[in-house]
């Protein structure tokens, strides 16, 4: 079917559910392989972490002391690896409260023509189900713990809230523009020196009808994990 032969709605459907394609692309292509790599290396160095605190030197070593010594020098070395690139992963976040991220951001919405309606850092709070019998006994632990991680079944903003090991400043957006804009936006956020991940995307039709010529306008609301 031609595309002008379609409904004004349907065409606004179509736009849409291309707009959500898009996204889930990004998504699972610029972050999820990054943050499972990091997770990938993080138990990795546990893991090296945990045999050189077992590992044992014979109190009286009658032979292979020198295999021992190079096995233990091995692990470190492979160990000291592993947490540079741990490194060099996470120094391609911003650092936090980055105010030229920020600056960065709404420049790029200038120049894409999406003018914001509302910029506000957007709060995040973990929500942890706890059985009452165990309540107590685990509500100091949860308090106190800096590193949690949770399932994967939780939003990627509950999963990168503060107390959490992905943890990521994130800042809520509300801005009108048509699709080119919206799409043009989105792929600029990849162009940024420093990775932005869009966590939520909300979209809506302007109730007002476009002038002849002009594509309509749609309402959108972002939340980016900086």
């Known amino acids: ?59 009286e070593p009658q032979q292979g002391v020198d295999e021992l010594l190079k096995q233990l020098d091995d692990q470190e070395q492979a160990l000291a690896l592993i947490r540079n690139m ?74 990168m809230s503060q107390k959490t090991m992905f943890y990521r400043p994130m800042q809520r957006l509300v801005f009108e523009g048509d699709y080119q804009s919206l799409r043009a936006f989105i792929h600029g956020l990849d162009a940024l020196p420093w990775q932005v991940t869009v966590v939520r995307l909300n979209i809506e039709r302007m109730p007002a009808a476009p002038i002849r010529g002009y594509a309509q306008l749609l309402k959108s609301e972002l939340v980016l994990a900086l």
Not at 34 to 50: F, M, P, R, S, W
Not at 133 to 145: G, P
């Open 86 to 159: 741990a490194d060099g992963v996470s120094q391609r976040f911003a650092p936090f409260d980055s105010q030229e991220l920020k600056v960065r951001i709404s420049e790029l919405a200038r120049n894409t023509r999406v003018r914001i309606l509302t910029n506000e850092t957007f709060k995040t709070v973990i929500k942890v189900n706890i059985n009452k019998s165990k309540r107590k006994l685990k509500a100091k632990t949860i308090i106190n713990d800096t590193h949690v991680i949770l399932p994967a079944n939780r939003s990627w903003i509950d999963r």
């Open 1 to 59: 079917m031609m595309l002008s032969k379609l409904k004004k709605s349907e065409q606004i459907l179509l736009v849409i559910v291309i707009a959500v394609l898009i996204l889930g692309a990004y998504s699972f292509l610029r972050f999820i392989p990054k943050n499972d790599a990091i997770v990938t290396l993080q138990k990795q160095a546990a893991k090296v972490e945990k045999k050189l605190q077992l590992a044992r030197v014979p109190d």
